[in-house]
C-alpha cells in the first residue's frame, strides 16, 4: 500500500468459491482497480474435500503476495465465509464478494470512501450490483431469476462487514447451507443487536451464469432455508429484509391438489378426482404462462418452463417440509448484550449562566 494510502480504512477481502473460471475475471478486476489494495485476499477453496488439485484460477501480480488460499469444508458459503474471516488478518473491515461477481473500475477506491464516512454504529456498508441482461430480445426465466439480485439487500455478492459486528454477533449461521438467505439472516441479527447497515457507492457487476434446464427446480431446496428465517425472526421478517414473498401457498395448494387427485382416484371418485386434476392442471398452467409470459417465448424456453412448472410446486412443498421437520427446535434469535455497538459520547450540555 503507497504512503498515500496510510489513512485508508483498512480491510481483507474474502472470496469464497468453487473454482469457477469466473474467479480469474474477479481477481484481475480487483487487482487492475483505481485505489488502495486490500490488507489481504483469502480465498475459501469449498470444493469437495477430496479436490487435491490447486484453484484453476490464475493469481493476478499486484495480488500476488497478499493472497492466502485455505481450505473449506464443503459445507456452503455461510461455513466458507466463517472460515475466510476468522482466518484473515485482523482488520477493521471483512469485505465478502462472490467468486462470480466483477468489481467495477473504481471499486477499491469508492470502497475506501464508503468505509471512512462509515459511523461508529454502522455494522455493513452494502454494494451496489447490477446484472447485465440481454438488449437483442426478453430475458429468459433464469435471467430474470439473477437479475433480483440488483435490488436486493446485503446480498453479500459484495458486502463489507465491520469485523467487531461479526465477532459481537457469531457471524454467518452455518445452518443454512446455501448461497441462499445466509446473508440477510446475518444483516436482520445485525439490526437486532442495535448496529446500523448502509449502502455505498461502489458498483459490481454480476453476470448471468450458464444453468441448465432444471435450475428453477433446485432452487425450491430454498423453501426450507425460508422456515429456518421463519423460526428465528418471526413470520414479518420478509418485510424487514425486504425479499419477496414467493409463491408458496399457491405451490402447496397446487400439490395438494394433486395428491387429493390421486388419493380420489386411488378411491374410485371420478368426479372428486376430475376437479381436483383440474385445479392442478389450472395452477400447473398459470405457473407456467406467468413464466413465460416476460421471457422471449422461444421453443427451448417455453419447453424448460413448462416442464419445470409441473415440477416446481411439489418440489417447493416437499422441501418446505422437509425445513418444518429440521428445524422444529429452532428458538427465536436473542442478541446477547455484547452483541450490543459501542455507544457514541454526547457532548455535554452547555451549562445556563444567569444574568
Not at 5 to 15: G, K, R, S
Not at 55 to 72: C, E
Not at 307 to 322: N, V
Request: glycine share 8%; proline share 10%.
Amino acid at each position: 500500500m503507497s504512503p498515500a494510502d496510510t489513512d485508508a480504512p483498512d480491510y481483507v477481502v474474502v472470496i469464497p468459491t468453487l473454482g469457477r473460471p469466473s474467479l480469474a475475471d474477479c481477481l484481475e478486476a480487483l487487482a487492475a482497480g483505481r485505489g488502495p489494495l486490500p490488507h489481504r485476499v483469502v480465498l475459501v477453496d469449498d470444493r469437495p474435500l477430496d479436490r487435491c488439485d490447486a484453484l484453476p484460477a490464475p493469481i493476478p501480480f499486484r495480488l500476488r503476495d497478499r493472497t492466502d488460499t485455505i481450505p473449506g469444508c464443503a459445507a456452503g458459503p455461510a461455513a466458507a465465509r466463517n472460515a475466510g474471516w476468522r482466518a484473515a488478518p485482523e482488520t477493521t473491515w471483512v469485505v465478502f464478494l462472490d467468486d462470480d461477481v466483477v468489481p467495477g473500475p473504481s471499486w477499491a477506491a469508492d470502497l475506501v470512501a464508503d468505509l471512512a464516512v462509515a459511523g461508529p454504529r454502522t455494522a455493513g456498508v452494502a454494494g451496489r450490483v447490477s446484472v447485465p441482461l440481454p438488449t437483442e430480445r426478453r430475458p429468459t426465466d433464469w435471467e430474470r431469476n439473477t437479475a433480483g439480485l440488483a435490488t436486493a439487500r446485503w446480498i453479500t455478492a459484495d458486502m463489507a462487514y465491520r469485523r467487531a459486528a461479526l465477532v459481537a454477533v457469531g457471524g454467518f449461521d452455518e445452518r443454512f447451507p446455501r448461497a441462499y438467505r445466509e446473508d440477510a439472516d446475518l444483516a436482520l441479527r445485525v439490526l437486532k443487536a442495535g448496529w446500523s447497515l448502509t449502502t455505498g457507492s461502489r458498483r459490481t457487476t454480476h453476470p448471468v451464469r450458464p444453468a441448465d434446464r432444471w435450475i428453477s427446480v433446485r432452487l425450491q431446496a430454498g423453501n426450507a432455508d425460508d422456515v429456518l428465517m421463519t423460526r428465528k425472526h418471526g413470520r414479518d421478517w420478509w418485510g424487514r429484509a425486504g425479499a419477496p414473498r414467493g409463491r408458496l401457498p399457491g405451490h402447496l395448494l397446487v400439490t395438494g391438489a394433486a395428491v387429493a387427485a390421486l388419493l380420489c382416484a386411488a378411491a374410485g371418485r371420478r368426479r372428486g378426482a376430475a376437479l381436483s386434476a383440474a385445479l392442478w392442471l389450472a395452477g400447473t398452467a398459470e405457473l407456467g404462462w406467468a413464466r413465460i409470459a416476460p421471457g422471449p417465448r422461444t421453443r427451448p424456453e417455453v419447453t424448460t418452463m413448462l416442464l419445470t412448472s409441473a415440477l416446481i410446486p411439489p418440489a417447493a412443498t416437499g422441501h418446505w417440509l422437509r425445513g418444518l421437520v429440521r428445524h422444529r427446535r429452532v428458538r427465536p434469535d436473542r442478541p446477547p448484550e455484547s452483541a450490543r455497538p459501542p455507544r457514541t459520547r454526547r457532548r455535554p450540555a452547555r451549562e445556563r449562566v444567569p444574568r
